[in-house]
């Protein structure tokens, strides 16, 4: 995994030109993985209010966690502007076509109002990711921004160059 305690900021997704609107950290405290994101936008559209709807059809943040390694295998960690949460095991075993299983959310999450738009924290315990090795996880964090006007903008801590974050080639 990258350096803790230090905030990167995505990027955007299919060009990987720079973005300042959202910048994320992410730490092992104790024994939990946290990953903090603060994105700078007051239009939010995410109308999701239950614990695995589709939101990434609206504003979402999230992480795409191998936690052995393994790219093949992967869990979905994604986070509304309000604090809806979802939660999946991945399988992609040609790196680009997954198979996603939603369970039960095995985190926790925080969502709060910036004066200049929001930030979520997410705490996942190590035991819930699995067969965690801080050595060989891997990883990806990204925005979905949903403009008014329908079209959502991707953005990613490292670009996939494509209009899916499911690549993990790309996982740092």
Known sequence: MIETEKWYFLRENTQGSDSKECRVRMDLNGDALVFCFEVADKELCSPYTQDNEDIWQGDAVEVFLSPDGDRKHYLELEVSPYGVRFFGEVENLDGKTCNLKKIAPRFTAQAMETEC????????????????????????????????????????????????????????
């Open 117 to 172: 738009g929001y930030r979520v924290v997410m705490r996942l315990p190590v035991a819930a990711a699995g067969k965690f090795d801080a050595k060989k996880a891997v990883m990806n964090a990204f925005r979905l921004d949903k403009k008014a006007d329908g079209r959502q903008l991707l953005y990613a801590l490292n670009p996939t160059f494509c209009e899916s974050f499911h690549r993990p080639a790309y996982f740092i």
